[in-house]
């Protein structure tokens, strides 16, 4: 049986920080040492991962939802499929009945209680998911289409894709939205390790708060990283201090990474401070992996 391969969720709580360099960093780290690396860009309003690692598209395919729809020459108005609804996504209003796509979770009940057989289940489409190959990593993003509310549906799907892609790959690579929403929640489901990304700001500091008690919520170990220390004056070491929180890399607030990042450059290459903080944070979550085998054998 092929071992299942270290899943580190990165996310931020505050968006901005940074995030999605030091992932897409940390993962270009790894496949240089010789890891077997599969990410993937569950950002999918706004997926921007494939800027920094580049690589080709390789395939995409569209992603589709279930809607019900109801047959009105057999519904009899008896309101089953609204009482069994959590969503609150079908209702009976007068001598109609109205579906709210954006509320639908695509579960199925509606049908299933129908006793007419009156409602049936109609695909839509709500986004798409690209494999790319690019600096050594395979990536899969998630795309969400413009006007579409279902992130979490194009996330399980993104990672369900990643999983088949590279079945024999060791280390996964999750790049979380910003915020503890839905979508960060199908993110962060069965990661190893949740990775958060963080300012020394006050914002930085209160979004952390809510995404390190969303990763206590799901019982996933949790690491910090502070980027851009020296930019502010929120004390996030002695936060984590406080809550046992781990604080795996500090990043200086430098005008070079700031440039580089402005001018596209290559993060890793062109600024030893930020190389050196991401090598000395795959170290770091390297030692804990090792910890969770033992643990886990």
């Known amino acids: 049986m092929t071992p299942r391969p270290f899943t580190i969720a990165v996310a931020s709580g505050k968006g901005g920080t940074g995030k999605t360099s ?35 598209t390789k ?28 969503f609150k996504a079908i209702t009976v209003l007068g001598p109609t009945v109205l579906v ?21 289940e109609t695909p ?5 998911i690209r494999r790319r190959n690019g600096a050594g990593i395979a990536l899969v993003e998630g795309i969400l289409d413009i006007g579409e509310v279902k992130a979490p549906r194009i996330i399980e799907e993104a990672r369900k894709e990643a999983g ?11 790049d979380a939205p910003p915020g503890t929403s839905c979508s960060v929640v199908a993110c962060i489901t069965g990661a190893d390790y949740l990775l958060l990304v963080t300012e020394p700001t006050p914002f930085g500091l209160h979004d952390l708060r809510l995404a390190v008690e969303l990763g206590k919520t799901f019982g996933i170990p949790t690491g910090v990283v502070l980027n851009r220390d020296g930019a502010g004056d ?15 890399a500090t990043i200086p607030f430098s005008r070079d990474i700031a440039a580089a990042y402005a001018e596209g450059k290559d993060l890793l290459a062109s600024t030893d401070v930020w190389r050196k903080a991401i090598e000395h944070l795959y170290s770091e979550l390297t030692t804990i992996e090792d910890q969770t085998a033992r643990i886990d054998s």
Not at 61 to 85: K, Y
Not at 164 to 174: M, V
Request: charged fraction near 20%; include cysteine; glycine fraction near 8%.
């Open 164 to 174: 088949q892609w590279r079945s024999g790959a060791d280390l996964f690579i999750i």
């Open 234 to 248: 929120t004390d996030i070491a002695a936060y984590c201090e406080e809550e046992r929180i781990p604080l795996l």
């Open 22 to 56: 030091v992932a897409t960093s940390l993962a270009r780290v790894a496949a240089s040492q010789g890891r077997s690396v599969v990410m993937v860009d569950g950002d999918v309003d706004a997926p921007n991962a494939a800027i920094f690692l580049g690589g080709r």
């Open 124 to 128: 839509q489409r709500i986004g798409e």
């Open 59 to 86: 395939d995409d395919r569209i992603v589709f939802t279930l809607l019900p729809e109801v047959d009105f020459n057999s519904c009899t108005l008896c309101g089953e499929c609204a009482r069994v609804c959590r």
């Open 100 to 120: 709210y796509p954006e509320l639908c979770h695509a579960c199925g009940g509606c049908v299933a209680v129908c006793p007419e057989n009156a409602i049936t």
